[in-house]
């Protein structure tokens, strides 16, 4: 019941573009990314709602097909700032259930 | 505006100790979450609680018992440790249970030998 996450590990060179997706078995009420440093908490980046509603960060944007169930972020021109573990949460009921995440490493 | 805390940052303890992780949260949220994160797993959700004195399990609930009798607090219990309860344990808020930011807390590294 995991959402499942691919890659699961990307390096990118500065300015590259990445994209992450995260593919769910259940029906979602939405998606959920959120980013983690290491050694750090995770740290909110965008909820992605049926019908097409967004909320979050400026600079990363994300898309939902409701009826396959998957979500992608898309890193655009990324900075070293970016460099992290991604991970999406499927949001099926008051829970969310993460999956298991995609590392990401931006090289100068 | 202190947030969301967790206490103790870091914990050593003994198989078949009993050990509670304390999570304090200021912002009044509704909703309390307790996660355990490991290598390859990711995320995993331990418990979850909708309101004071509402509670309900998440994906991996064996071993543990939370508590909700303040808005504000949601202490994780581990009732006998065990090896594999070595893991890095987040508490997260949000405002409501769906559709809402979940707000992390800075975690707690149990290791139990």
């Known amino acids: 019941q995991q959402p499942v996450q691919s890659p699961q590990a990307v390096i990118l060179r500065e300015g590259e573009d990445a994209v992450i997706n995260c593919s769910s078995s259940?029906?979602?009420?939405?998606v959920h990314w959120y980013r983690q440093k290491h050694g750090e908490a995770p740290v909110f980046l965008m909820i992605?709602?049926?019908?097409?509603e967004q909320k979050g960060h400026e600079k990363i944007s994300a898309s939902f097909n409701e009826k396959k169930q998957q979500s992608s972020l898309y890193l655009t021109a990324s900075q070293l700032s970016y460099s992290g573990t991604y991970f999406c949460?499927?949001?099926?009921?008051?829970?969310?259930?993460f999956g298991s995440g995609t590392r990401l490493l931006v090289r100068p | 505006d202190a947030g969301i805390t967790q206490s103790p940052r870091y914990k050593i303890t003994e198989t078949g100790r009993q050990v509670t992780l304390m999570c304090h949260q200021t912002?009044?949220?509704?909703?309390m979450f307790w996660y355990r994160q490991d290598l390859g797993h990711g995320l995993r959700l331990i418990y979850y609680s909708a309101a004071a004195d509402i509670t309900d399990k998440g994906e991996v609930p064996d071993g543990y018992v939370v508590s909700r009798s303040k808005t504000e607090n949601f202490p994780l219990t581990l009732e006998s440790a065990t090896r594999s309860q070595t893991s890095v344990y987040f508490c997260a808020s949000s405002i409501s249970g769906k559709q809402e930011t979940q707000y992390f807390g800075p975690g707690t590294r149990l290791l139990v030998l």
């Open positions: 949460g499927a949001d099926s009921s008051y829970k969310l259930i």
């Open positions: 912002w009044s949220h509704s909703y």
């Open positions: 992605l709602l049926k019908g097409g």
């Open positions: 259940k029906a979602l009420y939405s």
